[in-house]
């Protein structure tokens, strides 16, 4: 089958998992014979790593956040809908492909959802995060402009006009129309995401969940752990605020206070997109006198991060936001690495106290200290923990199983677009 996915970022251009289950789902399915194709943006928003050329990858929208879009001129918006439209037609046109995957519109415009609709290409969608929410539930100042509804008085009146005169005549080339996207024919990562979607309203249908997976031949275990004495410490993510790395700095500095080991280190990898929280943080180790025991390591290339997860003794995840799925957390476990976390969201699908690793209280620092303390104190704990959640990846989240079931969702719409009737 001829597939195009669209994803606003795409690696080597990449902030976090949604983005490399991407490309690793798409790279199996080339590898399975199967001609594929990536739409995504150019990647020139601040803190993205270089690009690299790939003939598959069509890197030619443009990128912006949520935020930008809704406060730039709206003749400019006009023009940025109407080239990124233009690419996106341009692109089903040339490529022809028997199905869309959409995986994420983070930084892309709304409209493109609608130029995808109105493609006659069966439409699916791969939701790994609150994405889609976020978007329906914003007045998209492109669409705004048109919505007779956004107005009162004499400019409601002027907007119908303009609507159905040289509305419909533009809306043929940039969408003015929000998309109404059908996500009984999406995919969901976790099964918490799914919910999260009903209760906001959205029909989802019978869309089933496929878990993402990871490469365990990659990610794997580089020794048996008998001994965490160096006491070092992991936290793996973006660096903001929901992903509670402050609670983890300040666990460190309660655990050097009551053992006062001069082994214990954290190290943070990660994208660092906001730079105020970053900056809070650091203020903050400074002030406890921690600079040489947490060490900012920014992001690095996913190639490297088994020999990250073998470098370390414990991987802290301390979000504290309703996470929609964890790909960290099956690395780390795939490579062996204890984990102590947090319980929120989809990560309850993956992680269970005591079995697969140790889970602490979201938020506090106290008893994220308590479960560190443990593993550090009982090596034996961490060697079954880690053998536990090795078997746990193998026997449910592999990526020859989770392509696998991507694949046949694909095949599975074609053959429904296929057989519906005819409709002139």
């Not at 080597?12 to 790279?27: F, I, Q, T």
């Not at 690419?87 to 130029?115: A, F, K, Y």
């Not at 998209?140 to 609507?163: E, F, M, N």
């Not at 992680?351 to 104190?377: M, Y």
Request: charged share 25%.
């Amino acid at each position: 089958m001829r597939v195009l996915a669209v994803s606003s970022r795409y690696p080597p251009n990449y902030l976090g998992g949604y983005e490399l289950a991407c490309k690793e789902v798409m790279d199996r399915l080339r590898e399975r014979g199967h001609e594929v194709h990536v739409l995504t943006s150019k990647g020139k928003d601040a803190g993205t790593l270089l690009l690299a050329d790939d003939t598959w990858a069509h890197r030619e929208l443009d990128f912006a956040p949520l935020a930008q879009t809704q406060v730039e001129g709206i003749w400019a918006r006009g023009l940025r809908e109407r080239r990124n439209n233009a690419v996106c037609r341009e692109c089903v046109n040339e490529i022809r492909p028997d199905v869309l995957s959409v995986w994420d519109m983070w930084g892309l415009l709304p409209s493109l959802l609608t130029t995808l609709e109105r493609s006659g290409v069966p439409l699916t969608y791969a939701i790994s995060s609150p994405w889609m929410l976020d978007y329906a539930a914003t007045p998209h100042r492109w669409q705004a402009v048109w919505d007779p509804q956004q107005s009162q008085g004499a400019r409601r009146w002027l907007k119908r006009i303009l609507r159905n005169s040289v509305g419909r005549w533009i809306d043929r080339a940039t969408p003015v129309l929000p998309p109404i996207p059908d996500l009984s024919q999406a995919f969901f990562a976790s099964r918490t995401l799914r919910a999260a979607y009903v209760r906001a309203g959205w029909d989802c249908g019978e869309a089933p969940v496929i878990y993402h997976g990871v490469d365990t031949a990659r990610f794997r275990p580089r020794h048996d752990r008998t001994a965490l004495a160096e006491g070092k410490l992991l936290v793996s993510g973006r660096v903001v605020a929901e992903k509670g790395i402050h609670t983890a700095i300040e666990a460190l500095r309660r655990l050097l206070l009551e053992n006062g080991s001069a082994a214990l280190s954290l190290d943070i990898v990660g994208p660092q997109p906001d730079a105020e929280y970053a900056r809070a943080l650091r203020q903050a180790i400074a002030r406890d006198g921690l600079e040489e025991r947490v060490r900012f390591h920014g992001q690095v290339p996913h190639d490297a991060m088994p020999e990250v997860y073998g470098a370390h003794d414990v991987l802290i995840f301390p979000s504290i936001w309703a996470e929609p799925f964890a790909l960290t957390l099956l690395e780390a476990m795939a490579c062996g690495l204890p984990v102590v976390g947090t319980a929120t969201g989809g990560s309850t699908e993956i992680l269970e106290h005591e079995l697969t690793g140790l889970i602490f209280e979201a938020g506090n620092a106290a008893s994220l200290c308590v479960q560190v303390t443990r593993l550090l104190a009982d090596p034996g704990l961490a060697y079954i923990l880690t053998k536990r959640a090795r078997s746990r990846i193998e026997q449910r989240f592999t990526i020859e199983h989770a392509v696998a079931q991507v694949e046949e969702f694909l095949a599975t719409h074609i053959r429904r677009a296929a057989e519906r009737p005819f409709a002139p």
